[in-house]
Nanobody, 132 residues
Framework: QVQLVQSGGGSVQAGGSLKLSCTASTRTFNPGVMGWFRQGPGKAREFIARISRLGNNWTSFSRSYADSVKGRFTMSRDNAAKTVSLQMDSLKPEDTAVYYC????????????????????WGQGTLVTVSS
């Protein structure tokens, strides 16, 4: 069973930056989509960003972001390390949440990338706290 292992996160003051990373436990794992969600206190799990490969490998890909983080967060993939990262800049107190890495085997328009139920694998979650 593939596991997604997250690292990074922590606490920062508003305006600061943090970086999250996510690596699959199996080197041969080649998902079609990887994403990030977050869940704040008392809130539903919320889509943040996703990256999808456009062919059989990751030489060509597309990215999308939630409006709430667009321009502040950047999702990237290191093909050699098979790691995805989420660089979070200009953090706000409302960004405080547990952040989850996720993956789905297949990409395509039949899936709603913003829905948690569309994904097959989840990381353990990482707490990000932004103080004002």
């Amino acid at each position: 069973q593939v596991q997604l292992v997250q690292s990074g996160g922590g606490s920062v003051q508003a305006g600061g930056s943090l970086k999250l990373s996510c690596t699959a436990s199996t080197r041969t794992f080649n998902p079609g989509v990887m994403g990030w969600f977050r869940q704040g206190p008392g809130k539903a799990r919320e889509f943040i960003a996703r990256i999808s490969r456009l062919g059989n490998n990751w030489t060509s890909f597309s990215r999308s972001y939630a409006d709430s983080v667009k321009g502040r967060f950047t999702m990237s993939r290191d093909n050699a390390a098979k790691t995805v990262s989420l660089q979070m800049d200009s953090l706000k107190p409302e960004d405080t949440a547990v952040y989850y890495c996720t993956a789905r085997l297949f990409s395509g328009t039949v899936y709603n990338d913003t829905e948690p139920t569309s994904y097959d694998y989840w990381g353990q979650g990482t707490l990000v706290t932004v103080s004002s």
